[in-house]
């Protein structure tokens, strides 16, 4: 077939019309928009460039400091951050502009001393946020740079833990013991997470050396709202030995009345501020009782048959009585809680799901009880073997005419299931109306092979009076024994611990050479440090159904 030219130019324009949409869609595919990354992320820190006067100055006579940067800075929490040392009465006026922070002074600084200007992780630059670590700055007024270190680690004066961002700070030396409540300190550090911290450019002088648990961060101690610890003695850099401090919370001087309140009908209690050791006795109207709690520091009172008001008398051993008004419910509410028989003895018991097979029942009133009006027959308890049941045969452990708590005795076994049943008006006051609702308690006895023995010796480092304490893994106290030594013994003790479930536990000893049986924390002004305690930190495991003997040199 012969094609003619005209046809032959229709199908060249064809041909080149496939060839250009298909390098347009090609092209289409090629040319996708993806987003511009910008480069790589700047993760540089800021650079110091040049500095006015020079990094290290000595005869420093300046009243403004300028540091040039190689990019835009800001500054982040510059109250917090910066400190200089010898610290100066006001404040620098510090300002970042552009590339250059301005630090100005405005007060004459102490001659022929060495300045340094720490300002922590304050200075970051200004688009990407990265943080100039622990950048300083140092002169002198002097004509030489001041080169000693002092450094050291606080831990807390009972559990031996080591304490973060506390307040170190020096002051002269002829200062008295009243500048940590006055003035701010010469020289300024703070703890790291070990609880460790180090001065540098230190003059060769003498110091008085103190920690404070800076809360409010006025740079000064609030007395007992805050913990301390202080050096015995004034340090001085050149020695070159660590200097390491027990922070400790001391007793608040001064004692006064926290607060008191209403509990519930007769019952009433006084909060103080400090342990009242002095506490003679505690006189009212209608006074059933009263009660002191374990730290001393809280009185619970009792009384019946009384409205409106109650005002104790409490009388001390060695100071003016105090009377104090507290007010209580009227006459009116009183009846009407009555009638609505709201008014009870609520029970507070040992018992969970298991009940330790050495152990028995015990119970904690609300309220104190005579021993009369505790019934015996409305106190039911059910041993369960299998399907058969069987009543046991119990019998009330009471402690005087009035009391707080009971126990129940009767003969329980080993891994065997009771029911206990406190039935209504087991607890009944005929004279006042007061009785319990009924309350049924299920639980298993455990098996003495549940739990493992501990026999463990101690090789003390002096004949003194100790307080040891068990403690398991999660530093609650499990035991608590008192240790004393006669002139002639040994300075050893065997300490059995029977019955002590399986676990990981730790050792805590304090020498009470009070022998108040208490941790005694010390007291700043009087210079007395807190009582020694040793932590022995090797876990001693116990597993059920072992006997395990372990010693401990204490030190």
């Known amino acids: 077939m012969v094609l003619s030219k005209k046809h032959f130019l229709c199908n060249k324009k064809l041909k080149k019309a496939f060839i250009y949409l298909f390098v347009v869609l090609i092209g289409t595919r090629c040319a996708q928009i993806t987003p511009l990354t910008g480069g790589k992320k700047d993760a540089a820190q800021p650079k110091v460039l040049r500095y006015n006067p020079e990094n290290a100055s000595i005869n420093f006579t300046s009243k403004q400091i300028t540091i040039q940067f190689d990019e835009y800075i800001r500054?982040?929490?510059?109250?917090?951050?910066?400190?200089?040392?010898?610290?100066?009465?006001?404040?620098?006026?510090?300002?970042?502009?552009?590339?250059?922070?301005?630090?100005?002074?405005?007060?004459?600084?102490?001659?022929?001393?060495?300045?340094?200007?720490?300002?922590?992780?304050?200075?970051?630059?200004?688009?990407?946020?990265?943080?100039?670590?622990?950048?300083?700055?140092?002169?002198?007024?002097?004509?030489?740079?001041?080169?000693?270190?002092?450094?050291?680690?606080?831990?807390?004066?009972?559990?031996?833990?080591?304490v973060a961002k506390l307040l170190i700070g020096l002051y002269q030396a002829n200062a008295s013991d009243s500048v940590v409540y006055k003035d701010k300190p010469l020289y300024i550090s703070k703890t790291d997470d070990a609880g460790n911290y180090s001065f540098n450019y230190l003059p060769n002088?003498?110091?008085?050396?103190?920690?404070?648990?800076?809360?409010?961060?006025?740079?000064?101690?609030?007395?007992?709202?805050?913990?301390?610890?202080?050096?015995?003695?004034?340090?001085?850099?050149?020695?070159?030995?660590?200097?390491?401090?027990?922070?400790?919370?001391?007793?608040?001087?001064?004692s006064f009345m926290r607060r008191n309140s209403f509990?519930?009908?007769?019952?009433?209690?006084?909060?103080?501020?400090?342990?009242?050791?002095?506490?003679?006795?505690?006189?009212?109207?209608?006074?059933?009782?009263?009660?002191?709690?374990?730290t001393l520091d809280t009185l619970?009172?009792?009384?019946?048959?009384?409205?409106?008001?109650?005002?104790?008398?409490?009388?001390?051993?060695?100071?003016?009585?105090?009377?104090?008004?507290?007010?209580?419910?009227?006459?009116?509410?009183?009846?009407?809680?009555?009638?609505?028989?709201?008014?009870?003895?609520?029970?507070?018991?040992?018992?969970s799901s298991i009940l330790p097979y050495y152990a028995l029942p015990q119970f904690e009133l609300n309220f104190p009880i005579e021993r009369k009006n505790i019934f015996e027959n409305k106190i039911t308890l059910v041993e369960q073997k299998d399907t058969i049941k069987t009543k046991?045969?119990?019998?009330?452990?009471?402690?005087?005419?009035?009391v707080n708590t009971f126990t129940i005795q009767a003969e329980f076994k080993p891994e065997t299931n009771y029911t206990l049943t406190v039935n209504k008006n087991a607890l009944n006051d005929t004279i006042y109306g007061r009785c319990n609702d009924s309350i049924s308690y299920k639980f298993t006895t455990t098996s003495p092979y549940d739990y493992a023995q501990l026999n463990l010796k101690l090789l003390f480092p002096?004949?003194?009076?100790?307080?040891?304490?068990?403690?398991?893994?999660?530093?609650?106290?499990?035991?608590?024994?008192?240790?004393?030594?006669?002139?002639?013994?040994?300075?050893?003790?065997?300490?059995?611990?029977?019955?002590?479930?399986?676990g990981n536990y730790f050792m805590r000893v304090v020498e009470d050479a009070n022998k108040n049986g208490l941790f005694d924390t010390g007291n700043y002004f009087l210079h007395q440090q807190p009582e020694p305690v040793f932590i022995n930190t090797t876990a001693i495991k116990l597993l059920a159904g072992w006997e395990v003997e372990n010693e401990w040199i204490v030190k």
């Not at 002097?142 to 004066?157: C, E, F, R």
């Not at 046991?392 to 009035?402: D, W």
């Open 263 to 294: 509990i519930e009908y007769g019952k009433v209690i006084i909060a103080f501020n400090k342990p009242q050791k002095d506490i003679k006795s505690v006189l009212a109207k209608n006074l059933l009782t009263y009660t002191k709690n374990t």
């Open 205 to 254: 002088a003498f110091f008085k050396l103190v920690a404070i648990n800076d809360n409010n961060k006025n740079l000064l101690y609030d007395g007992s709202e805050e913990q301390i610890a202080y050096q015995d003695t004034l340090i001085n850099p050149n020695d070159g030995v660590p200097s390491n401090l027990l922070l400790f919370k001391e007793v608040p001087f001064k």
């Open 75 to 162: 500054l982040k929490d510059i109250a917090n951050q910066f400190i200089i040392t010898p610290q100066t009465k006001e404040m620098p006026e510090i300002q970042a502009s552009g590339k250059t922070l301005k630090i100005t002074f405005n007060e004459t600084l102490i001659p022929n001393a060495t300045y340094k200007l720490s300002f922590g992780n304050a200075i970051i630059d200004l688009h990407e946020g990265n943080v100039l670590q622990n950048f300083e700055y140092i002169f002198s007024t002097g004509n030489t740079i001041d080169s000693l270190k002092l450094s050291g680690q606080v831990l807390n004066a009972y559990d031996r833990k080591p």
């Open 300 to 351: 619970t009172l009792y009384y019946d048959n009384l409205f409106d008001t109650i005002q104790p008398i409490i009388l001390y051993q060695t100071k003016k009585a105090d009377t104090i008004t507290i007010r209580i419910p009227s006459a009116e509410t009183i009846a009407k809680q009555r009638k609505n028989n709201t008014i009870k003895y609520s029970l507070q018991s040992n018992i």
């Open 462 to 502: 002096k004949k003194e009076n100790y307080i040891v304490l068990l403690l398991n893994d999660k530093e609650q106290v499990i035991k608590k024994t008192l240790v004393e030594f006669s002139l002639a013994s040994t300075s050893e003790k065997l300490i059995v611990y029977k019955n002590i479930l399986p």
């Open 392 to 402: 046991k045969t119990i019998t009330i452990l009471k402690n005087g005419s009035s």
